[in-house]
């Protein structure tokens, strides 16, 4: 797998957490390919290899390990992507716990060796994936919008957040919380191509209106956004323009809800979550528009 180098940055060395996972390899990879040596930390091992890309196993739960892993390394920039994601196959206390420690002591780590930190929060943290009875207060919903999460993913990641914004202050590096929409690899079978049938009822994408992203674009935000100067912390969404079910995103969003919120300003199938400040703040936009299967391998190379 090989790319055009689209932003210019600066950094020699990468710390990227939950390498192997699906977000984590496309990251590595990613900044691999553009010239940084990057080593994943994760605590399952990678089964290939390849230049620049190093693994380091540590579990991020163990505020030891991951402190003296990071100073060992001394990286330019920490791109945090490890969590349990799904809190529907998962007890929630071992969901909170895992993302919160995990969060918090990769954060830290990064403050302490005044390093970037570029990080994955998610949609999630405004309530509307896994909970019940949420309706936006706008649409389309952006970085300004109130978050409210009730289940226990959701809350995990604006706990996150707090930790992101006092990071920055404490330590003085910029910190960088990306919201993604649903993620999505590009190898995998589409059970979503864009539809006008689309059954929103049994859709489990009805939870966030049909938003999504593609694996790739994400790790290309990863990229601009290490490529910009920043301070302080700021979070940013990263989604596809249009949704993945088909019908308009206000029709999707009244049958959900059973409402529509009085303020909105989209079209057609325009996302309900808007990428307006990636586009603006960091030359961003999706290049992968379409569920159609892409042309890249199922998984990246190196897991």
Known sequence: MSHKREFDHDVG???????????????????????????????????????????????????????????????DAVV???????????????????NTESTYNALVAAGRVDADVVWTSSQAAYGALFGDDWVPDYLPIDEAHELRPADPYGVSKACGEAVAASVARRYGIPVTSLRPATVHGPGETRT????????????DL?????????????ARLVEAVLATDRTGHEAVLCAADENCLGPPTADIVETVCGVLPERRDLTGRDAALSNDRARERFGWRPVHPELDGGDGPETPAWV
């Open 192 to 203: 979503r191509p864009p539809r006008e049938d689309a059954d929103l009822a049994s859709d």
């Open 80 to 98: 945090h992507c490890a969590a349990i994601s799904n809190p529907l196959d998962n007890p929630g206390t071992r969901v909170f716990t895992n």
């Open 13 to 75: 060395r990468a710390v990227v957490t939950g390498a192997t996972g699906m977000v984590g390899a496309a990251v590595a990879e990613r900044l691999a390919e553009s010239g940084t040596d990057v080593v994943g930390m994760d605590t399952r091992r990678p089964s290939g290899t390849r230049p620049r890309l190093f693994f380091r196993h540590v579990d991020l739960r163990d505020q030891a390990d991951v402190w003296e892993s990071v100073h060992e390394v001394d990286p």
């Open 206 to 218: 009805r939870g966030n209106f049909g938003s999504w992203v593609d694996v790739r674009d994400l």
